[in-house]
């Protein structure tokens, strides 16, 4: 850890963060789901200061053609920062790190979508960070997760993504900005939150066993919270209410006019109406 490092006060004398949120805290996550027309399914997620747009295509026939599977579809993932999404502004296009995220989590996906009901297509996720503030890849997955549900794409089941690590000798949940910078541990992860089951996981940084348990036992509480989220988000974008489905009903047929009979009064035999 450098001068500056030590310099950054990450945890204050009552065991608050810089951010006021206790070490098991989360930062505000918001979902929306079906926000695209074009894709075939689309999310955004506010997470902290993260913004995410992910869309979906397919699964539709795989391009280029030689990366086609005869027994399977690909899930291709392209994770993307804007250029306006960082302080500095960042260099337009793929690199290292992008490259990497969009391989996890291409892995990810790949080990719960469906992938054997559809040979030869592939499974298209765009994932644009808009804004960026630490933990860009798990908002990412969760964007990506429900934007694939909203797409149809059948599925074991969402896939959330959350972070822990540890600031100032502490083991924190959902790292900020400062604390991805100056702490010493980030660990980011995605879980299947019905099995359990992990499908990334990576690690920046060193944490003891004992602390390393922490942190996954903070993100896989977090994540059921954002899996609630998550099929709200979903809930919500398919939940009609009262007022749309009139609008969208046809209009009901005016009442057909009632045959007209003769009706004898038998008190009143010279009365017919
Ligand atoms: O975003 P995530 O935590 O998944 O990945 P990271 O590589 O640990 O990056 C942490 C944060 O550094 C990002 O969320 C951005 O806020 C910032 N960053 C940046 O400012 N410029 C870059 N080229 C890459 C990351």
């Known amino acids: 850890m450098g001068d500056t490092e030590k310099k950054v006060k990450l945890i204050d ?12 805290e989360l930062r505000p996550v918001k979902i929306e789901a079906g926000v695209l027309h ?11 200061g993260n913004k995410v747009l992910a869309a ?18 690909l899930v291709q993932c392209r994770y993307n920062m804007a250029p306006f999404s960082v302080s500095d502004r960042k260099r337009p296009g ?13 892995e990810a996906f790949s080990s719960v979508i469906f992938l054997e009901q559809f040979p030869r297509t592939s499974v298209d996720v765009y994932m644009e960070v808009l804004q960026a503030e630490a933990g860009t890849r798990c908002a990412a997955i969760t964007a990506a997760s429900v934007a694939i549900a909203d797409a149809g794409v059948p599925m ?31 660990v980011p992860m995605a879980v299947v939150p019905r099995t359990g089951e992990i499908v990334l996981l990576q ?16 993100s896989l509480k977090a994540a059921e919270q954002i899996n609630e989220l998550q099929k709200d988000a979903l809930r919500r974008r398919y939940s009609v209410s009262l007022d749309e489905f009139r ?27």
């Open 13 to 24: 004398s009552d065991g608050r963060r810089n951010d006021g949120r206790m070490p098991h």
């Open 156 to 186: 074991r089941d969402l896939v959330v993504g959350c972070a822990s690590g540890k600031v100032g000798g502490v083991v924190c949940l959902d790292l900020n900005k400062d604390e991805d910078n100056f702490g010493e541990a980030d």
């Open 247 to 273: 609008a969208v009903q046809p209009p009901a047929p005016e009442p057909e006019e009632e045959p007209k009979y003769d009706v004898y009064h038998e008190d009143q035999p010279g009365v017919v109406e």
């Open 203 to 218: 690690m920046d940084g060193h944490l003891k066993p004992e602390e390393f348990d922490q942190a996954m036992a903070y």
């Open 94 to 106: 793929p690199d290292r790190r992008s490259n990497e995220i969009s391989k996890v989590i291409s």
């Open 56 to 73: 979906v295509y397919g699964p539709r026939e795989a391009h280029p053609r030689h990366l086609q599977k005869p027994t399977r579809a």
């Open 38 to 48: 074009r894709a075939d399914g689309s999310a955004y997620v506010e997470w902290g």
